[in-house]
């Protein structure tokens, strides 16, 4: 969000030995994350499981809705590579767990990141801005709110038509909102800093304060918020996709999957137990990542 | 000799860090007897704090004191803390520097009191709230009852001291621990303060811990010297004060100011630019800001204007340092900002260099901030933490220059680095990682990298220890000499004022009340309010001496929403007459061409 403070990166112009100024908050962010064990360990997990959710789907030799027939529901076997098992179908799940981590990845991301940019945008402007129009862009963020999302959700996916890209934008759309307070309320405090008042009186024009004194001051509680917002929206498309507005069969998201799955929890417990472990550990990992990244932005954190 | 009441012997206290172990107290010695006012003097990360923090059991987490503590003989460094609750509060009180964060924010103020009164004796509501009462009284609170209902933040800053000090005395200690009991105070209020613990000396031993020797010197008959965690030298105060052997010591006593003797500084020579007629660089006329404000009438609330300046006018010459001082809300800092465009006024006018600057644009006004720097109080709130200091250093340039190349741009912020006494190696550091004093620095390199005309420094040196202030004075001073910048230099604390201003205005309540040249202000002062300011100052008098005239001012402030009708001043003055309840004086200009607001000056 901020452009690299390159002045420091600018280095050693003077001549002479590299000194150790060629840091700008971003690059120290990056040797500060590596240095967080459990965020770095976390993005590994994440990145095999996105890996595996871009190659199973392509290369898996039993396809998503290929069905089995002499393996309807059977538990975890190696026979015909059905580690994951099959499901009442006889549908491989370990093909169905991770087409459905790719959606459900997916919609969990962009659907956030769509809500961040909104959110963030919309809320430092208001705070900053202050005043009346400040005020009337919170009021309105409160109507909004007080709009059952989902509700809202579903209007704007039977009003355009149910297409992958729209859920996202849909969720992304109603789950700005909290954003925006959170950086509309750090906003305000924030600009009473005299670092902000320093910046103004240098002649800085508003969207170069916004970008590099708002909103990296702001970001900690948005990253904190973020992470939990990925697997709530995760969670958001499975109840679309049970209401036949999120992903349509034969395809499949983690979600869909854990509600199939808790309907046979009694006869076919791994048709639950295994996309919610996985819904589990990325929702750790996200967790984790986000603790990595508000400690590595914020340069006060130098203790690990 | 009998058995002193405190005694601390060889008292060591380490902190366990990220970074290793720090060694902040190492190896303090001394004792307090009954009826004893001690000193303890030193800057801040001298240990001072700390030492008294150890005898109290408040020590951090992750401290480990070791040494020797007795109370009336009584072991207490690391003891129990059901012991030390015995001990603590009810025999030894300690009154904190910051009296907001101290009191509990939702309680009102007489149910604190009250609570320590019901926790140590068991006293029932109706004698605690007499005995609470009392308690406010002994403290010269005004209006107890009244103030016995309201929470904290409805009291003034010298108020809640005053409510602090009420309650550390309110079991009767034999020993009053006070650290800075004064540093967040007014002048004005400091003398009030002070004055009253010089009263209080009779009922009580006091141990201060200060950072101002001016603070001691009319109140301590002993004083301790901390540095580094070490006690540096100890004596009868006024032993120390005439002949002080160390010179850590020596240093901090040649900070102070000395009543008798004039200004630091030559007069300042009149500049060429300085004959009247020709234009001032910046001139300020009848400028008001007023902030709208809520105010409960009955059950109406209506919005009443705050007028934090109200109707101020006056003009800076080139290379010329102005100082504005007064308490604190007065209207200050309002004005520099007004001044800097970054709050909008309600009227008047603001002329730079011959253009009104309240016509222009946002877009043309950032323009003109090239000519215009300014420096904060708070050193560290007021760098930005996600910035590097090279890159803060650097914006201006980027800025205002942005055709700059990198390397010269580099080269530039080197040479700024230098010439406020800063390392080429800190440009890649955050702020968080300085100190206070270079912090400032960074902001003064920033503010002076693009060579502005004027500067505009709103308290730059009142966060700073007193060595760090001089050093930072020094550079503020070489740096406008040496590039030909007007200074506006406002703080409340007259010392500096006098040696780095040439003119000073003096505010009360969003008025200027008095202005006038550096030497006619501080030699002959003509308006009462600069009068008392200036008797306020603590300056190196000894407590043995006979005192000095001081004027010690009742009261607050009156409420910047609600002026006095007449002189602004006139609900503190202590030659008020009736006229000055009917008319509101004009600054008008005296024999030795001081201007002044006061019928009778
Ligand atoms: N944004 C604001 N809204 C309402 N009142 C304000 C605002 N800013 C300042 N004030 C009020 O204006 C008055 C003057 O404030 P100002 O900060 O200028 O005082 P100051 O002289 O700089 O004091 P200090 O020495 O404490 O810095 C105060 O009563 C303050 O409470
Ligand atoms: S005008 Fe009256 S009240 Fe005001 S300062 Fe002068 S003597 Fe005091
Ligand atoms: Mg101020």
Redesign the pocket.
């Known amino acids: 969000m901020t452009p690299p403070s390159a002045a420091s990166g600018e280095t050693a112009a003077g001549g002479g030995a590299p000194d150790p100024q060629g840091r700008s908050l971003w690059q120290d962010a990056i040797t500060r994350f590596r240095g967080h064990r459990a965020a770095m360990a976390s993005t590994w997990v994440l990145g095999a499981i996105a890996l595996l959710a871009i190659l199973v789907p392509e290369f898996w030799p039993n396809s998503l809705d290929d069905v089995n027939w002499d393996y309807l529901e059977s538990p975890p076997t190696t026979d015909n590579l059905l580690w994951f098992g099959t499901d009442v179908n006889g549908r491989d799940m370990f093909s169905r767990t991770f087409h459905g981590a790719r959606i459900s990845l997916a919609i969990g991301v962009l659907t956030t990141l769509v809500a961040l940019i909104i959110g963030v945008a919309y809320g430092a402007i208001a705070g900053y801005r202050g005043g009346l129009p400040g005020d009337l862009m919170m009021r309105l963020v409160d109507v909004l709110y007080s709009l059952p999302a989902l509700f809202f959700v579903i209007i704007l996916v039977t009003v355009f038509g149910n297409s992958f890209l729209l859920i996202f934008l849909c969720i992304g759309a109603v789950e700005w909102l909290t954003l925006a307070r959170i950086v509309r309320g750090q906003t305000l405090s924030i600009k009473e800093k005299e670092y902000v008042q320093s910046a103004r009186a240098a002649g800085l024009s508003t969207p170069a304060i916004l970008l590099k004194y708002i909103v990296p001051n702001a970001i900690g509680p948005v990253i904190a918020y973020v992470t939990l917002l990925i697997p709530i929206n995760i969670i958001v498309e499975s109840y679309l996709s049970f209401l036949g507005l999120g992903v349509q069969e034969p395809y499949t998201s983690w979600g869909r999957l854990i509600s199939q799955g808790a309907d046979e929890i009694g006869n076919a417990p791994w048709l639950l137990i295994i996309p919610a472990s996985f819904l589990a550990v990325t929702l750790f990992c996200f967790n984790f990542i986000g603790d990595g990244l508000r400690d590595a932005l914020d340069p006060k954190d130098r203790s690990r | 000799m009998s058995e002193p009441l405190l005694s601390c012997r060889d008292l060591h206290v380490r902190f366990k860090t990220h970074e290793g172990e720090v060694h902040a107290v190492k190896g303090v010695d001394f004792e307090v007897r009954a009826g004893d006012c001690l000193g303890i003097v030193g800057e801040s990360g001298s240990g001072k704090t700390q030492t008294t923090m150890a005898l109290m059991g408040l020590l951090a987490g992750n401290a480990a004191a070791s040494g020797n503590v007795r109370f009336r003989g009584e072991e207490i460094l690391n003891a129990p803390a059901a012991r030390l609750n015995r001990i603590r509060g009810r025999r030894m009180s300690m009154v904190f520097q910051d009296p907001m964060a101290s009191l509990t924010p939702f309680m009102r103020v007489g149910a604190q009191l009250c609570e320590v009164l019901r926790q140590h004796f068991g006293m029932s509501r109706p004698a605690a709230k007499a005995r609470a009462l009392e308690g406010l009284e002994i403290v010269q609170i005004p209006e107890p009852r009244q103030r016995y209902d309201m929470y904290p933040h409805q009291l003034s800053g010298g108020q809640r001291q005053r409510v602090m000090i009420a309650q550390a005395l309110l079991c009767e200690p034999d020993l009053l621990i006070a650290d800075e009991p004064t540093t967040a105070l007014d002048l004005t209020i400091q003398a009030q303060i002070l004055d009253f613990l010089r009263s209080l000396k009779k009922r009580t031993t006091i141990v201060i811990i200060t950072h101002d020797l001016g603070v001691v010197a009319g109140l301590c008959d002993k004083v301790l010297v901390m540095q580094n965690g070490g006690v540096v030298e100890r004596g009868a105060t006024e032993a120390i004060f005439n002949a002080s052997k160390h010179p850590y010591t020596q240093s901090l006593l040649a900070a102070l100011p000395r009543p008798a003797r004039s200004a630091g500084r030559p007069p300042a020579a009149p500049r060429a630019g300085m004959a009247a007629g020709n234009r001032a660089l910046l001139r300020v006329d009848g400028l008001k800001v007023h902030f709208p404000t809520r105010a409960q009438h009955g059950l109406r609330s209506r919005t009443v204007p705050l007028k934090a300046v109200d109707g101020v006018s006056f003009r800076i010459e080139p290379g010329e340092t102005v100082g504005i001082v007064g308490e604190s809300g007065c209207g200050k800092s309002t004005l520099s900002r007004a001044v800097l465009q970054l709050i909008g006024a309600t009227g008047g006018r603001i002329v730079w260099q011959g253009e009104d600057l309240s016509g222009l644009s946002r877009k043309a006004m950032n323009e003109r901030r090239r000519h215009l720097g300014v420096v904060f109080q708070d050193p560290l709130s007021s760098l930005n933490p996600r910035m590097t200091i090279g890159s803060i250093i650097a914006e201006p340039l980027r800025r205002f220059y942005p055709e700059m190349g990198r390397k010269e741009r580099d080269a530039a912020v080197l040479k700024a680095l230098r010439d406020v006494g800063l390392d080429r190696e800190h440009r890649g550091r955050y702020p968080h990682e300085f100190s206070g004093g270079q912090c400032q620095r960074a902001s003064i390199a920033r503010a002076m990298i693009v060579k502005p005309k004027l500067l505009v420094c709103d308290e730059p040196v009142s966060s700073l220890d007193v060595s760090t202030r001089r050093q930072i004075i020094r550079l503020l001073q070489e740096l406008g000499g040496r590039h030909e910048v007007a200074i506006i230099f406002i703080s409340h604390d007259l010392s500096v004022v006098r040696v780095v201003c040439d003119r000073v205005l003096v505010m009360y309540l969003g008025r200027i009340?008095e202005a006038a040249d550096r030497n006619t202000l501080f030699d002959s002062p003509a308006?009462?309010?600069t009068q008392a300011l200036i008797s306020a100052i603590p300056a190196l008098e000894l407590a043995s001496r006979p005192p000095r005239q001081r004027i010690v001012l009742r009261g607050d402030p009156p409420s910047p929403t609600a002026p006095p009708s007449?002189?602004?001043?006139?609900t503190r003055?202590?030659?008020?007459?009736d006229?000055?309840g009917e008319q509101a004086?004009p600054l008008r200009k005296l024999g030795n061409g001081a201007r002044v607001?006061?019928?009778?000056?």
């Open positions: 009340v308006h009462p309010y007449g002189c602004v001043f006139r003055c202590p030659v008020a007459t006229l000055c004086p607001a006061c019928h009778h000056a």
